[in-house]
T-cell receptor
Framework: AQKVTQAQTEISVVEKEDVTLDCVYETRDTTYYLFWYKQPPSGELVFLIRRNSFDEQNEISGRYSWNFQKSTSSFNFTITASQVVDSAVYFC?????????????FGGGTRLMVKP | KAGVTQTPRYLIKTRGQQVTLSCSPISGHRSVSWYQQTPGQGLQFLFEYFSETQRNKGNFPGRFSGRQFSNSRSEMNVSTLELGDSALYLC??????????????FGPGTRLTVL
């Protein structure tokens, strides 16, 4: 069975600090997909990034970067120079590649509070 | 392109009643999934519809059901409401979902309160 663990339930930083959100996953499949979503107070889940299990290349997009390591089953997310607008709950999610269709398994989420 | 829309945004019901929630996917998307979000259980998968067929179902009682129409719009129904059904219900759409994990795009959710 697939499982996603986000050990950090809440993180508080001061604006302009860098912050890393941890995500550890479990799956028996060799082909799978990992996602990060952001949930601001409005409630809508906003898609941030998707990675497949064969692509371990780390990615940087503006102030965001992601570190995918299959050896440790981790898919961590870093925000550089955090801003107040980054305050939200961040979810890591896993989907296995099978013929049963789409199903995301989410971690418990990490609430990030960025203080001015 | 318009995003995923969900109606209504807020609902208040009493125990024993039933409720129907509606979801319109992004234009061209054929797969619709539903998730329940509660403080205690987090985000949990309810079911997924593709081409008017339920393709996958989470671990929820039969009181939770859904359907998808030919235009890909979807509805979910909860019968005999219980206090524990109070939650944010999120709908997500994806392009095809044909055995490959498409990216799912979420709507704003329907917040259901059961009194």
């Amino acid at each position: 069975a697939q499982k996603v663990t986000q050990a950090q339930t809440e993180i508080s930083v001061v604006e302009k600090e860098d912050v890393t959100l941890d995500c550890v996953y479990e799956t028996r499949d060799t082909t799978y997909y990992l996602f990060w979503y952001k949930q601001p107070p409005s409630g809508e889940l906003v898609f941030l990034i998707r990675r497949n299990s064969f692509d371990e290349q780390n990615e940087i997009s503006g102030r965001y970067s992601w570190n995918f390591q299959k050896s440790t089953s981790s898919f961590n997310f870093t925000i550089t120079a955090s801003q107040v607008v980054d305050s939200a709950v961040y979810f890591c999610a896993l989907s296995e590649d099978n013929n049963a269709g789409n199903m995301l398994t989410f971690g418990g989420g990490t609430r990030l509070m960025v203080k001015p | 392109k318009a995003g995923v829309t969900q109606t209504p945004r807020y609902l208040i019901k009493t125990r024993g009643q039933q409720v129907t929630l509606s979801c319109s996917p992004i234009s061209g998307h054929r797969s619709v999934s539903w998730y329940q979000q509660t403080p205690g259980q987090g985000l949990q998968f309810l079911f997924e519809y593709f081409s008017e067929t339920q393709r996958n179902k989470g671990n929820f009682p039969g009181r939770f059901s859904g359907r998808q129409f030919s235009n890909s719009r979807s509805e979910m129904n909860v019968s005999t409401l219980e206090l524990g059904d109070s939650a944010l219900y999120l709908c997500a759409s994806s392009l095809t979902g044909t055995g490959v994990a498409d990216t799912q795009y979420f709507g704003p959710g329907t917040r259901l309160t059961v009194l």
